[in-house]
Structure formats: C-alpha cells, structure tokens
Nanobody, 123 residues
Framework: QVQLVESGGGLVQAGRSLRLSCAAS????????MGWYRQAPGKQRELVAR???????NYADSVKGRFTISRDNAKNTVYLQMNSLKPEDTAVYYC?????????????????WGQGTQVTVSS
C-alpha cells in the first residue's frame, strides 16, 4: 500500500508561519491529487487545500491568501506553507493522497491518510 508521513507541526504564536510536509512512499505508480485536511476539537474534518498532479489548486475560504499548497512530484511530497497563522487555525492537520499503486503485475487504486500533525497557534 501507500504510506504518508507528515512533519512540521508545532506550537507557534499568532501571525507567525509554519511549513508542513508530507511524503508518500510505497509501490506508487502515480499520484493524482494530494491535499491537507484539518480537524479541530469538537469539529468535523475539513479540507484546507488540495493540489492535482497538474498543479491545479483549491483552498478553503478561511485560508485563501494565507496558505499555499505545493508539491514535488519527483519526491511524491506535498507541502503546506502557512503564513499569518491565527488561533482558529489550531487543529490536527492530515495529509491525503490518491492514485495508483503496483500490486505485482497489476495496478490498484489507493487513497491514503497520514497520521496527523498537531498545529497550535497561541494568541
């Protein structure tokens, strides 16, 4: 299967920046879209940003102009640059990816999630 490992979370003051990274590994044939979701305590998981293999992006309205998603296709890695952080950005951030992986001589679809990384923004 395909594993996703996130890094870069932490505690930061409001107005500062953080950069999250997520690397995919396994018998990957191709990755279609990669994205970041977040879940705050007592709330549902929500999409933060998403990027396709062609570079098309979409963002939650709450992060537009502050967050930037990018990817390195050669490294199967997606990044989330978070600027001007606010206390309401506090959440566990999860990486997500979907695509195809090799199973012997065949290919199967996958959708994988990372284990999550905590981002805490203090006021």
């Amino acid at each position: 299967q395909v594993q996703l490992v996130e890094s870069g979370g932490g505690l930061v003051q409001a107005g500062r920046s953080l950069r999250l990274s997520c690397a995919a590994s396994g018998n990957i044939f191709s990755i279609n879209a990669m994205g970041w979701y977040r879940q705050a305590p007592g709330k549902q998981r929500e999409l933060v940003a998403r990027i396709t293999s062609g570079g098309s992006t979409n963002y939650a309205d709450s992060v537009k102009g502050r967050f930037t998603i990018s990817r390195d296709n050669a490294k199967n890695t997606v990044y989330l640059q978070m600027n001007s952080l606010k206390p309401e950005d506090t959440a566990v951030y999860y990486c997500n990816a979907d695509g195809l992986y090799r199973r012997g001589s065949q290919y199967s679809a996958f959708e994988s999630w990372g284990q999550g990384t905590q981002v805490t923004v203090s006021s």
